[in-house]
């Protein structure tokens, strides 16, 4: 055995990563949060993307008036 087990270590590893987890968590809610306070649905998408185009209406058609 090269070394004894140094669990007070382990631990403090293990805690250090669930604090860092939860402030990731916890900045994406809050950019989450910023996000639909400025009017953007999600933070990703823009209004912009969300328009419906007039090319986009003329190519649907109408199958009840065949």
């Not at 007070?8 to 402030?23: G, L, M, V």
């Amino acid at each position: 055995m090269a070394f004894k087990p140094n669990y007070n270590q382990q631990r403090a590893e293990r805690n250090r990563s669930k604090e860092q987890k939860k402030q990731e968590k916890l900045q994406r809610r809050e950019e989450g949060v910023a996000a639909r306070r400025a009017g953007e649905p999600d933070g990703t998408e823009t209004q912009d993307d969300t328009l419906v185009t007039e090319t986009d209406t003329d190519t649907k058609t109408d199958t009840n008036n065949a």
